[in-house]
């Protein structure tokens, strides 16, 4: 699936040689994201520089009928930038420069490339703070972030990626250079074309600039830990902090086996013999720091919580949340391969949802590890498998299906942050009805007729 | 007994990696050059794809690998615990037999240095010997002005200024074969002496005998040791590591023993793994396990005996100290926090953190001589993170760290001196009252 001569001096002719590769060493490790078990080889890499390369890159392609793929870090988690057969990849870790901060508007300017930890760290030189922790910030890009919508540990008090994306600058698949949104905290002029590209996993246009909001950085927080005999008293306990008025930022539920592959991993004092374990944190002003840690400490205990413990300081804090930003990655220690899903659920179903899994688990004769941000119903189970064992795949294909119904049954969704990509399209139609399904498909067909834009992603 | 290959290799090992990414922001050549080829998951899927049959050990193949610092920095950032050292080692084995990388000149160095250097102590000191008369007798500093030098290929005239400045005189000559402490003895300890350590430092081996000695260790230290194989298994060569795994464990049979000491983090790091490399050996299997369980960083192994605070300042003024962790020290071996505990309990002597304390320094091995260019960035980043501490004295507990932080820090024209944790130890109980006697 090697591209012609002409094809690869397209490209070169646009981003120049180095920015170009089609070699096997170079465009192997571009065959795949964070996604266990499927890959793809491309048959080219081409990083852009500018927005003027993407526009170019994507009106060559429209002429050579190239399918193209936009891709940051590869740390997304449903396949949305594993590429097509015989795809481009257009990778976009080299436009990866912050462009403004404005802390009189609260907002900041970047490129897609920079990494969601250097957006966080630039706002917080300005007192200021970029909420959503996806478990990779650390190398995940926040134009991948966008595309996909990503959640994370903090999602219960301060939302996801969308609720701080205020303008986007997007290459539509035409090449056409288009912005959406603005600087202002009030502004509907038009449709609300910014959210259409939100989470749309690259296939209606490439992202190449982002305005994001930012907040004032929190003054104080608080991490604990509380550790439970039993997984429902732990939904319990996030059930009543909920029903006390109480909004923490953090409620990271963890089972035993997923608690004990991180403990052998980061050594933070996880405990590894209880059935749950909530990681807590609540931040804001200092005095009602204090005052909501101490009413979720005392939450805990009365609903069966056999022990809670306080973060000793700042240090022990970032270890704990960081120790669970690696729980999915961690359970890779039990068996060669990770299935992780995203299914998410009202709230008030977490325990019944929890329960369902665990018993799907056994009745199948399956590994499973579930975590997940019990405070927003957005759960990981993740089996524990064998790609090379097709036999057992195919059980865990179909304990994932009916986990998938059940999702659907108790109203929640196929997935909370993850983004549908290729992993969970088989469930898409069947969950939003075939009239939304069908518009999505039309709103497909009007920006990008020709379907060269991420095919195969989201649907077929 | 030739050992797996990548395609022989338990596949398991490969299928661990499920490329998640978290590798990515602390390899050092992915910060530099941020393409996937040149990370941890990106080197892994290359080698996935040899053990699937669908690349060969190409020379693209082979250059990556040898890019590839093998600082193991992803091996402490890795959830799922991937043996990336395991991989890298077969990788490079795989390459060496497949001859991915010919050159008439490359394979005569390597026989010349793996081969025989390497493997022969006594020949190794010889050589030693004559290039430390060749810089003492004013030879080098003749050539160096003579431009004689210029008439060396390219390739080795940017070597020569790195030629470490070899000692005079060998751990041999330095340390007795054994030596017991003056108060009656708890442990019995051996001492391993190294190859660049013994030619270049060979005062840090009788640092770290006094200091055991002052911690009531009887030493061992036979005067004739072989190289332990780290090279070899770092370079391709696994037979010969396996062949120099046994020699040792033959020297220092592990159950006459306490601990067995090793004070350079390279060589730590591939000590204490013998019993992998020698899992199909029966006749040595079992003993390579006992090996491994009591084999110890000198660091490592004085925290682990509760270290005596010295009753002396190692300096006579106030100094502030900075601590460099020896990728193979912190990654390879997880020791960590020993060192900074030790530099700790010296004396007058207050520790700043080092930023990015440990990302690699360049060094790595042979790294400095095959990929200068990456190795010299690596090292101007290191300098500018220690002149930042303002600190006089850098810390670091490896003979190569040590030589490559000292070139930059000269070349930087930075007053600041490096030294092996245990001789600032060393320095400090020998300034005590009834000091232990100066070598």
């Known amino acids: 699936m090697a591209l012609t001569q002409a094809i690869t001096d397209g490209f070169t002719s646009i981003v120049g040689p180095a920015s170009v590769l089609t070699q096997p060493e170079d465009i192997i490790p571009y065959s795949f994201d964070g996604t266990a078990a499927l890959r793809q080889l491309p048959a080219a890499v081409v990083f852009p520089q500018t927005t003027e390369d993407v526009s170019r890159c994507l009106q060559f392609a429209g002429a050579q009928s190239l399918a193209i793929v936009a891709r940051g870090s590869g740390t997304g988690l449903s396949g949305g930038s594993v590429p097509s057969a015989g795809s481009v990849v257009l990778c976009m870790t080299q436009m990866n420069r912050i462009l403004d901060i404005d802390p009189r508007n609260l907002v900041l300017r970047t490129q897609p490339g920079v990494t969601t930890l250097a957006i966080d760290d630039a706002a917080a030189r300005h007192g200021l703070f970029y909420p959503p922790d996806p478990g990779s910030m650390r190398i995940s890009s926040i134009g991948g972030n966008v595309a996909e919508n990503s959640g994370g540990l903090r999602g219960l008090k301060y939302g996801v990626t969308r609720d701080y994306v205020m303008a986007l600058e997007v290459v539509l698949p035409d090449g056409r250079i288009a912005r959406f949104g603005s600087k202002c905290v009030k502004d509907v002029a038009g449709y609300s074309m910014k959210d259409l590209f939100i989470g749309s996993e690259g296939s209606l246009g490439v992202i190449t600039e982002i305005l994001l909001k930012l907040v004032p950085r929190p003054l104080a927080r608080q991490t604990m830990l509380a550790l439970y005999d039993r997984i429902e008293d732990a939904a319990e306990t996030v059930s009543a902090i909920i029903a006390a008025r109480i909004i923490p930022c953090t409620l990271e539920f963890l089972d035993q086996t997923t608690a004990c592959c991180v403990e052998e991993y980061a050594h933070v004092g996880l405990p590894t013999d209880c059935a749950a374990v909530l990681l807590m944190e609540t931040d804001g002003h200092p005095a009602a720091v204090a005052d909501e840690a101490g009413r979720m400490a005392e939450l805990a205990r009365t609903n069966g919580a056999r022990e809670v413990r306080l973060a000793r300081d700042e240090a022990d804090a970032l270890a704990l949340a960081s120790a669970r930003r690696n729980a999915f990655s961690a359970l890779a220690r039990r068996r060669p391969t990770t299935i992780l899903e995203d299914f998410t659920v009202p709230r008030s179903e977490l325990a019944a949802m929890v329960t369902f899994i665990a018993e799907t688990a056994r009745a199948a004769n399956l590994q499973v590890g579930t975590f997940g941000h019990m405070g927003d119903g957005n759960l990981h189970p993740t089996f524990l498998t064998d790609e090379r064992d097709a036999e057992e795949m195919a059980r865990v294909h179909h304990a994932l299906d009916l986990i998938a119904k059940k999702t659907l049954e108790l109203g929640g969704t196929i997935t909370g942050e993850h983004g549908v990509g290729l992993a969970k399209k088989t469930w898409l139609r069947e969950q939003m009805g075939d009239s939304s399904f069908d518009v999505m498909k039309q709103i497909k067909q009007a920006l990008d007729p020709a379907g060269l834009l991420n095919p195969g992603k989201i649907f077929d | ?439």
């Open chain 2, 1 to 439: 007994m030739t050992g797996p290959t990548l395609r022989t290799l338990d596949y398991a090992v490969l299928q661990q990696c499920m490329h998640c990414g978290m590798c990515l922001p602390t390899c050092p050549t992915y910060d530099q050059t941020k393409r996937e080829r040149n990370s941890p998951r990106g080197r892994i899927a290359l080698m996935r794809a040899v053990a699937d049959g669908t690349l060969d050990t190409t020379s693209g193949f082979a250059e990556e690998m040898s890019y590839c610092l093998g600082c193991l920095a992803c091996q402490t950032a890795c959830p799922a615990g991937v043996d990336y050292a395991e991989l890298f080692e077969t990788a490079r084995s795989d390459i060496e037999r497949n001859d991915s990388q010919p050159g008439v000149a490359r394979r005569f160095w390597r026989a010349l240095t793996l081969g025989f250097l390497f493997k022969r102590p006594r020949a190794l000191r010889a050589v030693g010997r004559v290039v430390s008369a060749y810089q003492r007798s004013g030879l080098e500093a003749l050539a160096r002005r003579s431009g004689v030098i210029r008439l060396l290929p390219a390739s080795l005239r940017r070597l020569e200024p790195q030629t470490p400045r070899i000692a005079a005189a060998f751990s041999n000559a330095l340390i007795a074969p054994q030596e017991q402490p003056r108060a009656a003895a708890q442990y019995r300890v051996a001492l391993l002496t190294g190859c660049v350590q013994d030619l270049v430092f060979p005062y840090v081996n009788r640092d770290t005998a006094d200091v055991l000695l002052a911690n009531s260790c009887a030493v061992d230290t036979p005067p004739v040791q072989p190289c332990c194989g780290s090279l070899h298994a770092h370079n391709g060569d696994l037979a010969g590591a396996r062949v120099l795994a046994r020699r040792m464990i033959d020297l220092f049979p592990p159950d006459r023993y306490h601990a067995i000491i090793s004070n350079a983090g390279g060589c730590g790091s591939h000590l204490r793994r013998y019993a992998r490399l020698l899992a199909d050996d029966p006749s040595y299997r079992q003993r390579a396990h006992l090996w491994d369980s009591k084999l110890r960083d000198i660091q490592e192994w004085l925290v682990e005996i509760a270290c005596r605070r010295p009753a002396a300042a190692p300096f006579a003024d106030p100094v502030t100290l900075t601590y460099h962790e020896s990728c193979h020290l912190v990654h390879g071996q997880k020791v960590s926090r020993q060192p900074r505990a030790l530099l700790r309990l010296l004396p007058g002597v207050s520790v700043v953190e080092l930023p990015e304390s440990s990302w690699c320094c360049g060094s790595a091995g042979v790294y400095a001589i095959t990929q200068p260019e990456q190795a010299d960035l690596l090292l101007r980043r290191k300098t500018a993170n220690i002149v930042s501490t303002g600190a006089a004295w850098l810390a670091t507990s490896n003979p190569g760290c040590h030589l490559q932080i000292a070139r930059g820090l000269d070349g930087a024209g930075a007053d600041v001196q490096v030294a092996h944790p245990v001789s600032l130890l060393a320095r400090a109980y020998r300034r005590e009252p009834a000091a232990i006697p100066n070598p």
